[in-house]
């Protein structure tokens, strides 16, 4: 269907006000809002997402499109919520205690939200007796820590080693990731899995549930 093409578009040029504008157009059109978020909004998103995979597009323009799809998602919030439609699935992010890069994790967060996943976002230098209490109170089905520097990569192992002390490492699947860390380093420390960026990260993410 042509507008939600316009759609999946608008959001891969990151034009909120056109987003905003077609999405208002395709409700009145009858158009269920489960159609316009995945065939146009996470469509959008996701094609952003190989680009971005494929260096033909850069942290700008992703930052500029997730504005665009948080202009849509919010017109479609109270409709989606009435058609009974359900995230994906429940992932907490953090980034590991002693460290304070956000940038990637946040752009780790975008593709999540684009793939259909809810997200609690618990910022930087979190430790792990706050992840821990996190995962008990949000109940997610994916933990995703990210690390940005070789001193603070070996707090992911932290986290894990608390979680099994808790009980919870049964419950939960563990993502790890950032600029030192590797698949290597990954399965070294018993993680479920690995992303070497933000877009594998919604794939990874999506495998695992």
């Known amino acids: 269907m042509k507008i939600l093409e316009d759609i999946s578009l608008a959001i891969q040029k990151g034009k909120a006000r056109d987003v905003k504008q077609l999405v208002m157009e395709a409700l009145e059109m009858g158009i269920t809002a489960q159609e316009i978020l995945d065939k146009g909004l996470l469509d959008g998103m996701g094609k952003l997402g190989v680009r971005f995979k494929n260096n033909e597009v850069y942290v700008p323009e992703v930052l500029i499109a997730a504005r665009a799809l948080n202009n849509g998602t919010e017109i479609l919030?109270?409709?989606?919520?009435?058609?009974?439609?359900?995230?994906?699935g429940k992932v907490v992010i953090a980034t590991v205690k002693g460290d304070l890069h956000d940038i990637g994790k946040n752009l780790v967060k975008m593709m999540l939200e684009g793939a259909g996943f809810e997200v609690v976002d618990l910022g930087t230098d979190v430790s792990e007796d706050e992840i821990i209490k996190a995962v008990q109170q949000e109940n997610p089905q994916i933990l995703a820590l990210s690390a940005l520097l070789t001193t603070t990569m070996t707090n992911q192992k932290v986290v894990i080693d608390a979680l099994k002390e808790a009980n919870l490492r049964e419950k939960v699947k563990v993502m790890v990731g950032g600029a030192p860390v590797t698949q290597a380093f990954a399965d070294e420390i018993g993680a479920d899995g690995y992303a070497e960026d933000a877009a594998t990260a919604a794939e990874v993410a999506r495998s695992l549930i």
């Open 77 to 88: 919030r109270e409709r989606l919520v009435e058609e009974g439609v359900k995230p994906i």
